[in-house]
């Protein structure tokens, strides 16, 4: 859906798009000519994009096949269509138009982010780079099956700012897990994202450290994985400081590294406590 968020920018075009897929599901098949023809507020080259990518996220269902796009006969999907109206409005409240506009990572491709305080940087080209808030909830949003979240700490402030995104990807009945460090104080769980785990089964969460009666072991990685193909790898916790008055920066990667990040945040899993 980030591609087709990447089209609309805004949540006024959203509406419009909506409202008019929604006049098409009271037909049996349209045909993917119409579709692009009364995509109105959509620039020419910007409509066959449209039409390219509800074909790919299988908004639109396949009737009767053609040689080429424009000339398929679909019908639409209501289901995905119920699903792709909410996200597509959290990716567009929540994305600023420049990042929204920068090209996603591609397979083996590493991208900077960054949290960067104005205080500390005025170099515009700097201050471009994508942040570490948003780049977290990008991941949470495009999530198809499964996201791991590993980081040691957390507060109200960040939490809340993620609860959005992670609330909309419990009711797409995705899996959110959660290692973190133990909680030094009761109110822990009281923070928004933990207090979804007392309504959504699928949000699970375990605590790891461990003691050999010399050393106490814990947790300090950052991460944040989507389905096994995708992570977020730096210095940020899940708070404030870390999203907005720190200077933090971490990677998004894909590729053959996330096979290795996956079986290790498995691995600390099978030895973290319940809680």
């Given at each position: 859906m980030f591609e087709i968020a990447k089209i609309l920018k805004d949540r006024e075009r959203v509406g419009e798009f909506v409202q008019l897929l929604n006049q098409f599901k009271e037909k049996d098949i349209v045909k993917g000519r119409e579709i692009v023809n009364?995509?109105?507020?959509?620039?020419?080259?910007?409509?066959?994009?449209?039409?390219?990518?509800?074909?790919?996220?299988?908004?639109?269902?396949?009737?009767?096949?053609?040689?080429?796009?424009?000339?398929?006969?679909f019908e639409i999907n209501d289901d995905v269509l119920d699903q792709a109206e909410e996200k597509l409005i959290l990716l567009v409240d929540n994305f600023p138009i420049d990042f929204l506009e920068r090209k996603d990572v591609k397979q083996g491709e590493i991208k900077v982010v960054a949290t960067l305080p104005n205080i500390f940087f005025e170099n515009q080209e700097i201050l471009k780079i994508p942040s570490v808030s948003s780049s977290m909830a990008?991941?949470?949003?495009?999530?198809?099956?499964?996201?791991?979240?590993?980081?040691?700490?957390?507060?109200?402030?960040?939490s809340s700012f993620l609860l959005p995104h992670i609330e909309n990807a419990l009711n797409?009945?995705?899996?959110?897990?959660?290692?973190?460090?133990?909680?030094?104080?009761?109110?822990?769980?009281?923070?928004?994202?933990?207090?979804?785990?007392?309504?959504?089964?699928?949000?699970r969460l375990r605590e790891l450290s461990k003691e050999d009666g010399e050393n106490w072991y814990s947790l300090h990685s950052k991460i944040l994985l989507k389905d096994d193909i995708q992570c977020y790898l730096g210095s940020a916790n899940i708070t404030e400081r870390s999203f907005k008055s720190n200077f933090e920066i971490g990677v998004l990667i894909r590729g053959e590294p996330i096979k290795k990040i996956s079986s290790i945040i498995e691995e600390l899993w099978e030895i973290s406590s319940k809680t």
């Open positions: 009364k995509l109105e507020f959509l620039e020419n080259i910007e409509k066959h994009r449209m039409l390219n990518e509800l074909y790919k996220q299988e908004v639109l269902k396949v009737i009767k096949p053609s040689y080429e796009l424009e000339e398929y006969y990008k991941l949470i949003t495009e999530a198809e099956k499964e996201i791991w979240i590993v980081n040691p700490f957390f507060d109200d402030f960040a797409r009945g995705i899996e959110v897990k959660i290692i973190t460090r133990p909680f030094e104080t009761s109110d822990k769980m009281d923070m928004p994202i933990f207090e979804k785990k007392k309504e959504h089964k699928n949000l």
